[in-house]
Every structure is written in C-alpha cells, then in structure tokens.
C-alpha cells in the first residue's frame, strides 16, 4: 500500500490549490481515504475524509464550505479541492487510508494505518 500525496505550493490568501493522493499497490476505492494537515508546533488536523462504502464525506470544522473531497476509482486517486484559502491553512498536508473506520473516527489521525508524504501548503498573507 502505498500514498502519493501531490499539489501543494505557494498561494496568496483567497486563493485556490488542490491536492491529489495516487493510490498504488491496493484499490484505493476498497479504502477510506482522509487528509490530514500539520502545522509547526502543532497538532495533526484531520481535514477531511471519504468512505469507501457509498462515498461519504466529513469535514473538519474550520475547513467546511473552502474544502472539497472527491475521488476518481478509475485512476485510483482522492482529490482535496481547496478554496478560499487562508494563512492559517498553512501546513504540511498528508493522505492517509485505512478498510474500515466508523463513522465517529474518520477525523482521528489514529485511525488510520497507511499514510503518504506530505505535501506543503504555504498561504501567504
């Protein structure tokens, strides 16, 4: 199992980046897919995840309405659309997935048993 995260850069605030995590070595579509952020000093963030059974999708609070999951079975890759952008969503973002979270867990880091490298997102004030 392996996670490819891409697609982070440097962008001013209100602007837009997304993301993409390629999934080789499993279906990634047979997995729950979540993004994960870490800024210094910080604690990692979940951000967002989709469910590998009927594609539900969660958010993290301070990321609802500016951010979007999505995925696309057939090249074996989740999407993090990422608008509006704000220096606070500065951090290193990363993919992770796992077969089987319940529903309450799909923001826990903890929860998850493959992650990726990260991808840097730098906002500029």
């Known amino acids: 199992v392996q996670l490819q995260a891409s697609g982070g850069g440097l962008v001013q605030t209100g602007g837009s980046l997304r993301l993409s995590c390629a999934a080789s070595g499993f279906r990634s579509r047979d997995y729950t897919i979540g993004w994960f952020r870490q800024a210094p000093g910080k604690e990692r963030e979940g951000v967002s995840s989709?469910?590998?059974?009927?594609?539900?999708?969660v958010y993290g609070d301070s990321v609802k309405g500016r951010f979007t999951i999505s995925r696309d079975n057939a090249k074996d890759t989740v999407y993090l659309q990422m608008n509006s952008l704000k220096p606070e969503d500065t951090a290193v973002y990363y993919c992770?997935?796992?077969?089987?979270?319940?529903?309450?867990?799909?923001?826990?880091?903890?929860?998850?048993?493959?992650w990726g490298q990260g991808t840097q997102v730098t906002v500029s004030s």
């Open positions: 989709i469910r590998s059974i009927g594609g539900h999708t």
């Open positions: 992770a997935a796992s077969r089987t979270i319940i529903q309450s867990s799909l923001l826990r880091y903890q929860s998850y048993a493959y």
